[in-house]
């Protein structure tokens, strides 16, 4: 399964350079959320729920750091 993304032209020479920069570097943020995400579902698929919960907590701590547009 794909989730679809609205990417925006990046090689669009408008673009501010850190606007672009600020881009990544929230895209790495979200990256990063994904990730912890589904090692935390799968500690707890596993039973591991004291690792799961470590994870959730960390996963929480990206969340806040995500733009708030970004956020579900």
């Known amino acids: 399964m794909s989730i679809p993304l609205d990417v925006p032209n990046l090689d669009d020479a408008t673009l501010d350079p850190d606007v672009l920069a600020e ?3 929230d895209l790495g943020r979200l990256a990063a959320y994904a990730d912890c995400k589904a090692l935390a579902m ?3 698929l596993a039973g591991k ?6 994870r ?3 996963c929480e701590m990206i969340y806040k750091m995500l733009p708030p547009s970004w956020r579900w």
């Not at 729920?49 to 470590?54: C, D, G, P, S, T």
């Open 23 to 25: 881009f990544g570097r």
């Open 42 to 44: 799968r500690a707890r």
């Open 56 to 58: 959730e907590r960390r």
């Open 49 to 54: 729920i004291v690792e799961a919960l470590a």
